[in-house]
């Protein structure tokens, strides 16, 4: 409303306005101030619940302590996988008084090329939360260390952080064997246990590594800290300790393993040489190899992809999982068969012509010695390795018996204790093959795998095993791979496996390695040239596995072939014969005949074994009979 | 001819003021020595600058509301010329142009003298009118405001740009600015917000977003909210005792001896802690506004007013921002939080209102 203007100053009326306005203001206060009380309350007593468990998990935090990974020895405490502290670069952004400066200086004094300096940088904008430090670089030299050291000074909110990685000081020869570990990946982080894994950074992702992970891992400790908010630990509040993972003792020699890699000498191939008595796997290798290191910190894609296109298949574990028909290798197995089903006895002949005719069939199988070995009993025909007895006796013996007594050996299934990953391998069988392509058995295809030939696919380890049972006459003792876990012996659980094999006559074990032995000193043996010479007493059986089928009456030329298309070599054995002391079996990819490439192989592997270690006593079992601490018995008339 | 002059009289000084001042004062030593982690250095200087202003406050109290008036074009024409000095060279310091360096002296804040300059030209002017002011007298009202809001806003430090309009604001709203044109104005005011926006520097922006919602951004601006609420919140009702505070003690919250001071309090002594503070600063409040009612005239009532509800403002707006229904803007806690410079103002202030007030006392009791 408007006044008059002009008039006298009315200071009465001036002062009750102001006063009006004065209590307005005086109003405004009050209802501001209540404002403000409703919001305390609001927060301090009605929402205190939640603030107070958002304060307490501000400050408390709670830390994982990693246990340290457990070592791996082989059977003489060499060690073949062990934890280096290896060194961190991190940066706390907020610390850096400049940056740019400060990462500009890293650059210069870590040398880093101009392509690694931009990676850097973006990892130093990275971080979870403020005062959170940002991993810079991995692995650092201790000249990279030394000159952060001097240089302290210059690098605020900088540190060098130590961290133990897992390193393998062989890894070309232990490769396969031991696996590796890698970084926990999405998939593992879903199925571990988050708590125990809390603070890993690290999993077995293959072999022993895998397998026996739980063991070596051990069980992570914690403490609970009270921080403040740049992340500085003000105290401990709570702790228990980790408990680090248990130490592996291999059955491995690590000296035989870098024997069998001397041996194959760059080739494709794969030994596994096992202690029959123990079952403990003395040497398993396939070759080539890979540096097991590099997988670690994580593998460059580059080095990576280089590993998986290369042709030798590097990254191929051939030891469990290489999949090779047995060819001739099956025939001390199919004697056994034979013998078990009463199809034969060790007197029972045969006259070879040079091919092996189905009654009623005109097609003619042929021995691998066009004319023939004339008349052939068990002992000669594993010696010369004659086709035609083993095709009478797998037609006798029918597709069922072979696939029936041969699941014993351990054909088709998975036969080592504690290997991750391990093949089953294929035991050809008439329900098989109906499941498989939903066709019949058909008489040829019996003889075929009579010989080792056709559908069948064995792993190496599955050819070592079932050798070393052979070499024990029957007596199964799964092959493995762990000797200790911590302190503890590993044990074979007896009542899990199947029962040994037993033959009517128990003789007839010595009449087929009678015939196996032939084979090395035989007159007439495949490997004759390889059993030169020998200070022991050997058993074995060479094999040849087709890459491809040749065509009827087609003549094998292996200087015309494709290298890569040339047989696979074969060989498998166990010495002493009297007191098997090791079981090797020997595949070396696209070498030709089993008898001349594999079996020196062999041979090599169990004179070092029996003529260079054999000083060495039997791995201690504590708990076992420990009276077969043996020494090497000299089998007479071998002498020279 | 009354009788015996108190003490307090002789200074020109409220007994009661001066006590609710001092109990205040004495509080906020005893949070701040919290508040800076122990450190007693802090409260030293603290202390020793409190003096300063109390001894300010003391002097400017012994003044007549007609030298004050005298002396306000002059005060007020050299701020505005400090202000416009800081445009063309002042110092540049955290991205912002606040500082005037008088070589070998201080360095000094105009903008800061400009929340005492402002009141007392807008209630110099006013008081010389007839009140309620007319529309000429509020356009000039309008211009004596308008100079040194943008020169401060251009800084930028928009929050005391906002507080030196309030200060001038409250004495057009005293003066009996009409209702209708309050409406008016704050209808005006709440259109041309939008338009603020853009006319913000983009960190400014960010803050308001930020307040509307903390969530969005934990670990940057949002830090500072969901920190405090939560050092608040966790206080409960009778808080964590004094130095128990985890949040500030274990430094979750920013600035915590400076604008989040109340952060503190509220977490070492909870709601009964705050409650008490707010009393305190209400009584204040309430004595301030019945001293400017005494006031000998329209001037004095004037300036006595917007001195004490700029005052409250201060405590409202860091309140409100601490516990989260306002956005941040670096308001302190009068009188509690740490900093010289906003203690003398606010003393001075209060020096200011007890002239004004002593002044009509002596005369009247005479």
């Known amino acids: ?640 | 001819m009354a009788g015996r002059r108190s003490l307090w009289d002789r200074l020109s000084l409220d007994p009661w003021l001066m006590l609710m001042l001092l109990l205040l004062l004495a509080g906020g030593l005893v949070v701040l020595y919290s508040a800076s982690g122990q450190r007693m250095a802090t409260v030293i200087a603290q202390t020793s600058r409190l003096g300063v202003a109390l001894a300010a406050m003391g002097i400017i109290a012994q003044l007549t509301p007609r030298t004050l008036m005298r002396w306000t074009p002059l005060v007020y024409g050299l701020t505005l010329a400090m202000l416009v000095a800081v445009e063309i060279m002042g110092d540049i310091g955290m991205g912002a142009q606040r500082w005037l360096v008088i070589p070998g002296l201080m360095r000094f804040q105009p903008s800061e003298l400009m929340k005492l300059a402002m009141p007392m030209m807008v209630a110099t002017y006013l008081a010389r009118r007839h009140l309620p002011p007319s529309f000429a007298d509020l356009g000039v009202c309008a211009l004596i405001m308008a100079a040194p809001v943008i020169l401060i806003a251009r800084q930028p430090d928009l929050g005391t740009a906002l507080l030196v309009a309030c200060a001038g604001m409250f004495v057009v709203l005293l003066a009996g600015l009409t209702w209708r044109f309050i409406l008016f104005l704050g209808v005006l005011i709440g259109g041309a917000l939008p338009l603020l926006w853009f006319t913000m520097h983009n960190y400014q922006r960010q803050r308001v977003l930020t307040f509307l919602h903390p969530e969005s951004d934990p670990l940057g601006a949002g830090w500072n909210i969901i920190q405090s609420t939560t050092a608040l919140g966790s206080g409960g009702i009778w808080g964590k005792g004094w130095l128990q505070g985890t949040q500030s003690q274990l430094e979750f919250l920013p600035e915590r001896h400076t604008d989040f001071i109340v952060a503190v309090l509220g977490e070492e002594f909870g709601l009964f802690g705050m409650l008490l503070v707010l009393c305190l600063y209400l009584l204040i409040v309430m004595r301030g506004l019945w001293l400017a009612n005494q006031a000998q005239d329209s001037f004095g009532r004037l300036l006595a007013g917007s001195i004490i509800l700029t005052f409250f403002i201060y405590v409202f707006v860091n309140v409100g921002m601490v516990s989260g229904i306002l956005p941040v803007v670096g308001v302190p806690l009068p009188l509690v939080s740490y900093g010289g410079t906003s203690s003398v103002t606010l003393l001075a202030g209060f020096g200011i209102l007890m002239a004004i007030y002593a002044h009509h006392r002596r005369r009247s009791s005479r």
């Not at chain 1, 008039?7 to 403000?36: D, P, Y």
């Not at chain 1, 101009?114 to 670089?137: N, T």
């Not at chain 1, 068990?378 to 696939?403: K, M, Q």
């Open chain 1, 1 to 640: 409303m408007p006044r008059p203007r002009h008039t006298l100053k009315n200071a009465h009326q001036e002062m009750q306005l102001i006063r009006v306005r004065s209590w307005v203001a005086a109003l405004a206060v009050l209802v501001l101030i209540g404002v403000l009380a409703s919001r305390l309350v609001y927060l301090q007593v009605m929402q205190h619940d939640v603030y107070i468990t958002r304060s307490e998990k501000n400050r408390v935090r709670v830390e994982p302590l990693p246990p340290t990974r457990g070592l791996i020895f082989d059977r003489r405490g060499e060690l073949l996988a062990e934890n280096r502290p290896t060194y961190n670069l991190t940066l706390v952004r907020e610390r850096a008084d400049d940056l740019d400066a400060t990462l500009e200086l890293l650059a210069e004094l870590l040398e880093l090329p101009e392509k690694e300096i931009e990676a850097f940088r973006q990892r130093s904008r990275q971080r979870q939360r403020p005062y959170q430090p940002a991993l810079l670089m991995s692995d650092l030299d201790a000249r990279q260390i030394a000159r952060l050291a001097v240089n302290r000074y210059r690098l605020p909110g900088v540190e060098v952080e130590g961290q133990l990685l897992r390193y393998y000081p062989d890894p070309e020869i232990m490769s396969h064997a031991l696996g590796f570990v890698g970084r926990i990946n999405t998939d593992e982080l879903e199925r571990l246990d988050s708590g125990n894994y809390a603070g890993t950074h690290f999993i077995g992702k293959t072999g022993v590594e895998r397998f026996y992970e739980d063991a070596l891992h051990g069980k992570a400790g914690l403490r609970k800290i009270e921080t403040n908010a740049r992340g500085r630990v003000l105290r401990e509040l709570e702790r228990s300790d980790p408990v680090p993972g248990q130490d592996l003792t291999l059955t491995l020699d690590k000296r035989m393993q870098q024997l069998a890699v001397d041996l194959l000498g760059g080739r494709r191939g794969s030994i596994v040489a096992i202690e029959p008595a123990t079952g403990d796997i003395l040497a398993m290798v396939s070759t080539p190899g890979f540096d097991s290191n590099q997988f670690v910190t994580g593998i460059s894609v580059a080095n990576y992809r280089e590993l998986q296109d290369d042709i030798d298949l590097p990254l191929f574990n051939r030891a469990t999982r290489g999949h090779y028909p047995p060819g001739s290798t099956i025939k001390p197995f199919m004697a056994i068969a034979g013998l078990s089903e009463g199809r034969i006895t060790p007197r029972t002949t045969i006259r070879d012509p040079g091919y092996y005719q189905l009654p009623n069939d005109s097609r003619r199988y042929r021995n691998w010695l066009r004319w023939g070995h004339g008349r052939v009993d068990l002992e000669r025909a594993l010696e010369v390795s004659n086709n035609t007895y083993f095709y009478s006796l797998a037609h006798e013996l029918g597709i069922d018996g072979i696939s029936r007594q041969l699941r014993r050996f351990g054909f088709g299934e998975r036969v080592a204790e504690d290997i991750y990953g391990e093949s089953p391998g294929l035991l050809p069988s008439r329900e098989w093959k109906r499941g498989r392509f939903d066709m019949p058995w058909y008489p040829g295809e019996t003889l075929s795998a009579g010989i080792g030939q056709g559908y069948w696919q064995i792993t190496p380890l599955q050819l070592a095993s079932a050798t070393a049972l052979l070499a024990n006459r029957g007596h199964r003792v799964p092959p493995h791979l762990a000797a200790r876990v911590g302190d503890k012996e590993v044990r074979m659980d007896r009542t899990k496996i199947e029962p040994d094999i037993e033959l009517a006559d128990a003789g007839w074990w010595q009449d087929v390695i009678d015939g196996m032995e032939a084979v090395l000193s035989g007159r007439e043996g495949t490997a004759r040239r390889s059993g030169q010479g020998l200070k022991y007493r050997m058993a074995g059986k060479s094999g040849t596995a087709q890459v491809f089928s040749l065509g009827k009456d087609e003549k094998y030329n292996a200087e015309e072939l494709a290298e890569r298309l040339r047989d696979h070599a074969l060989f498998m054995a166990f010495a002493p014969v009297e007191d098997p002391q090791i079981a090797v079996a020997v595949i070396v990819e696209n070498a030709g005949g089993g008898s001349s490439h594999a079996a020196h192989l062999a041979r090599a592997m169990t004179d070092k074994w029996l003529l260079d270690f054999k000083h060495l006593p039997r791995l201690q079992r504590a708990g076992n009979d420990n009276t077969s601490v043996t020494t090497q018995k000299t089998p007479g008339g071998v002498e020279g």
